[in-house]
């Protein structure tokens, strides 16, 4: 208990799925909690489930909503310690038939959203004392999953970014940490969502026999939203005070195992 008791976190996405998880726990553990979605129903309604816990319409890629967010924040409770860059959004293509809108909407929330997160969180965790930034990546910033082509090039990205960040923030010794989370496949509508795309999408692409999406490929097993939730609630806590500019994976052996190609 309490292990981020006194603290002041935002959590981006935390309408539902991981983001949900990562709010609730960390308000159980003693933080104030502000939830920053485009889903307003979501986000009140976790909101309303826990104390300690509240909600802010924002979108990630609106660089005044940011402003505004951080500033109304450390209005209201005084500071800001931690900022969870968690929302994002994912589609399917390859590097063929991935289309370039949908490119663009990954970049501009996951890539965007981030670095935006980071822009205004820094000068307030400054104000602060210290803080801690944690941007959801993913496995796929380094798997070559082929399928999710524009999805595995903006998680890299948002890995690459968080070093720029830890290194910025260590250098001119502003006590701010800068970490990103790899989930493996978690449980959360995102996964559910991406069934329906694949259905529409599967016949357009190249997917070989080995294929981990071909249809006669053995069903995956998902993680569940706290098993990466405790790892946003270690990465917020000073637990973590010597941990900066790391890739924390939480995937159950799925990148290290051999696949058998051609
Ligand atoms: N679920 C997985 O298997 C998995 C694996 C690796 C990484 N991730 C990453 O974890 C994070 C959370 O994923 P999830 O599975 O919970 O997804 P989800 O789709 O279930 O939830 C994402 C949340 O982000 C919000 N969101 C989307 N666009 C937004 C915007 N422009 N501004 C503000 N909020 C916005 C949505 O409203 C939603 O509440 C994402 O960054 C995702 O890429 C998920």
């Avoid at 989370?181 to 449980?187: L, R, W």
Wanted: hydrophobic share 40%; charged share 20%; net charge negative.
């Amino acid at each position: 208990m309490n292990r981020v008791a006194g603290k002041v976190a935002i959590v981006t996405g935390g309408a539902r799925g991981i983001g949900r998880a990562d709010a609730l726990l960390l308000a159980q553990e003693g933080a104030r909690v502000v939830i920053a979605d485009i889903d307003e129903a979501g986000g009140r309604a976790v909101a309303a489930t826990a104390p300690g816990i509240e909600f802010v319409a924002h979108d990630v890629r609106d660089e005044p909503s940011w402003k505004k967010l951080v500033a109304d924040t450390v209005a209201r409770h005084g500071r800001l310690d931690v900022l969870v860059n968690n929302a994002g959004v994912i589609h399917v293509g390859d590097p063929l038939t991935s289309d370039r809108s949908e490119t663009r909407h990954m970049f501009e929330v996951n890539v965007d959203g981030t670095m935006l997160g980071c822009k205004y969180a820094i000068p307030a965790m400054i104000e602060a004392g210290g803080g801690s930034i944690i941007n959801m990546s993913s496995i796929a910033s380094s798997s070559g999953l082929y399928f999710f082509a524009g999805y595995c090039a903006s998680k890299g990205a948002i890995a690459a970014y968080t070093k720029v960040v830890a290194v910025y923030c260590a250098q001119n010794r502003l006590n701010i940490r800068c970490n990103s989370i790899h989930p493996g496949g978690i449980d959360t509508p995102m996964n559910t969502g991406l069934e329906k795309e694949f259905a529409a999408k599967i016949a357009g692409m190249r997917l070989p026999p080995n294929s981990p999406v071909s249809a006669d490929a053995p069903k995956m097993r998902y993680g569940e939203p706290n098993d990466i939730a405790f790892a946003v609630l270690y990465l917020a806590s000073d637990e973590s005070k010597f941990t900066s500019g790391s890739e924390l994976y939480i995937e159950n052996t799925s990148t290290i195992t051999a696949a058998v190609v051609g």
